[in-house]
Each structure stands twice: as C-alpha cells, then as structure tokens.
C-alpha cells in the first residue's frame, strides 16, 4: 500500500505551508517513510482533481482519500491504530483540537501579519499572480506587509505565552515525546523558517528551544527541508 | 479515610475561587461525595497553618495535604487510578497544561478586568480591607472597574474563540465527556456566576451551552451553590 501527500509547491522547492506540513509529520510519527510527496502549484490544482475540492494536503492511502490536516491525521490514528499514536487516547485527541484552534486563531494569523510579504517572495513567480489575488482578498494589499514588522513582533510573541509556559514545564505539548499536537503548532514556526523568517522567535524563546529539538526529530526531516534564500 | 478541602469564602456563603472549584470538581469527577470543605477567610489564613504556605485551596487526604490546584488534581488522578480518570492518559494530562497556561494568562486575567468591583462586593466585610490592599498591589485601586465594564467584554469574548470553535466541534474540551480540562476553564465562568456576573457569556454562545451542561453535572453541584445576591 502506497501513501502519497499532494503538497503546496514554492520556488526552488521551498516548501512552506504548515497544513502539509502537520500531516508530513503526522506521516513521520506513524513510522511511515515511504510515502510519495507531490507537489502542487497553488493555481493548478488538476493533481488532486480526483478530490472534487481544491484544499490541499490531500492523503491518498489506497483508494481512500482525506483532505484536511486535522482529518488527515485522524484517520491516520484510527486506521493505524498499532503504530505510534498520534494522540494517545480520545480525552487528548480532544483537547488537541483545543490547540488546533489556538493555532489557527491565535498564533497562525498573528503570524502571516508579520510574514506575509516574505510568504510571498516564497511563492514561485508563476503562481505570484494568481497568490496576490487569493490572498489580497483576506489581508489586503501585499505591499502593505512590507514595512512594520519589528513592531508586530512584540504582541505576537506575547501571545505565544501559554506555549511558552507549558513548554518551561515540559518538553513537548504531548509531555515527555511529541503527540500530534507539537506538529500542529510546530507547523507554524516552520512556515517562519522556511520563508526565511525563523528570527521571529527569539533566541532564548524556550519555544525556540523545542522547535530545536522538533526539527532534530525523524533524522532531521524538518531541518534539511530547503529554506527560501535570503534577498 | 476522610478527604478535607480548604477553600476560600465569601459573603453569605458565597465561594468564588476559580482554582478551588476545580478542586471541588475534580473530587467529584473521582466519585468523592463525602469530602468535608472547610471555609478559610481570606485575611486568616490559620487554619492551614500546617501546610507551612499560605495558597489556597489545600487537600488533605489522611496524613497527606497537597496545595495548588493543578497538583491536587495530578494528586488525585495518581493515587486513586482506578476511579474515573480526570487526565485520560499521560498526553492528556500534558496537553491540559496548556489549557491550563491559557486560562491562567488569557481567559482569567480577562476576566478579572471586567469583575474585579464585582469580586470585591462577594468579599465578606472582615476581609474587605485585606483583600482591597493585596488585590490593589496587582492590579491598582479597585475603584477603577467599576466603570467600562461594557467595552471590555468585546475583546474578552472574543479572545475566548479558541474555546468556542472547540465546543462547536464536541460537547466538551475532553471530547463526548468532561475531563479535568473542562473544570480549569469552567472554573473561571463559575468565578463569574458566583458573584453575579453570568451575563459576562452571551445566551447565544456555545460557551453558555457547555456551561449549562456542565452546572448540571453531579447532580446540579454547581448549579445549587449560593450566588451573590445582586445590588
């Protein structure tokens, strides 16, 4: 049986979005290293047509597949119930979607508002049209990101606090190893890092600390993943 | 073997403390009914004198007390394994740590900004002197909250989304049924309705329906316990 991740493509196979991202560990985590991982531009999603929607990452397991980062890493954890558990157990599987919601309405947004003129140098120049538009609809103008991002950063970092706390207490948000839910938010400082804007967490972060520690996981799989280049 | 609770008290029998609550409901959730509570006041805090502290709520279970609501509930959920488990499984317990740091930095201190007057009026006369001067070195003179209470619950509520997306998608933040997650955050919401403040969460908010299940548990436990009277 064959795995296959249908993921979002940047320049010079930068790849840096923190939905496939979650579901490439999710993958790892589960002791699966062989999967197949196809890239997709962000204006020509024909690979994944047979999905009858456009959201990507999309897990092809068999003749069975899932989209959505949460869905894919559940049906994971449901159809490999022997292999490392992602969640380990219903109680935490809810209150990692607790974290799933913090990451999305907290940490994420908060982010792309520091980063998302660097999201875009990212972004293959044949796609930039079609990304300008997409997300000018949500955030405006892209050039409006270009200045004040020293100033952003302060309230951002704030708002991390309560990772910052749980972590000065533990290791991983899933205690003593990683659980699914590290990858959640661990997707999201590697969207930083592989747009070049890893210096948003702060040298002496503990958060910094354990993205050290999550990028050494699985034989460096994060940490050898390509950088956009600066400039 | 007899299980004692010391908490804080209020006027009329009125108890507050978010963090004594949880204790009260994590003995609960263990299947505990016979547990004694003993009132501390605030201003004197003698009778646990043997605990060589001055934090509140203390456990004692026989010859063993235990301080600090977190810990009474990891307390409890290791010596009594084979009752109904608060935590779910270790990843649980470590995820619930950061519900924990989100409550304690966000969804609290939130709080407090729009009650603290309110706070004040369920202080017993004794310990209004004591409590004015300890809460007024943290958060300046109380007289400030009485006004403004309105434009601050704006940013309150909505600060509370991560929550609110979690309990569109489930019953509670511990999945089909609640766990000890649930009782550090609704904690806080019974800090609000004890001293009269329940309309700090919309009637339209899915918070208020996990609220309202949650007052029902133990046979309306929360529900029954006494109220400041309004005025």
Redesign the interface.
């Known amino acids: 049986m064959t795995i296959t991740v249908y993921e979002l493509d940047g320049i010079g196979d930068v790849r840096f979005s923190p939905f496939c991202w979650r579901t490439l560990l999710a993958l790892k985590h589960k002791g699966f290293d062989d999967f197949e991982r196809v890239p997709v531009s962000f204006r020509d999603r024909s690979p994944i047509a047979f999905s009858n929607q456009e959201r990507i990452p999309v897990l092809v397991d068999g003749d069975h597949w899932v989209n959505d980062s949460w869905d894919i890493a559940c049906y994971l954890e449901d159809a490999y119930p022997d292999r490392p ?1 992602l ?13 799933n ?2 990451t ?3 940490q994420n947004p908060g982010l792309i508002n520091i980063i998302l003129w660097d999201a875009f140098m990212a972004v293959g120049p044949a796609d930039r049209d079609w990304w300008r538009e997409d997300r000018e609809k949500r955030f405006g103008k892209i050039e409006a990101y270009r200045q004040g991002k020293e100033e952003k950063l302060g309230p951002w970092r704030q708002s991390l ?3 910052r ?2 972590l000065r ?2 290791p ?5 190893a990683p ?1 699914y ?1 590290d990858y959640i938010v661990f997707g999201t400082f590697l969207f930083a890092r592989f747009v070049n804007r890893y210096d948003v967490i702060e040298p002496a972060d503990p958060i910094r600390d354990w993205c050290e520690r999550l990028l050494d996981l699985f034989g460096g799989y994060t940490r050898s993943a390509p950088i956009l280049e600066a400039g």
């Open positions: 558990s969640f380990g157990g219903d109680m935490a599987r809810a209150e990692a979607r607790f974290i919601a913090w999305q309405q907290i606090e309560p990772l706390t749980t207490a533990q991983y948000l899933g205690g003593e659980a839910a």
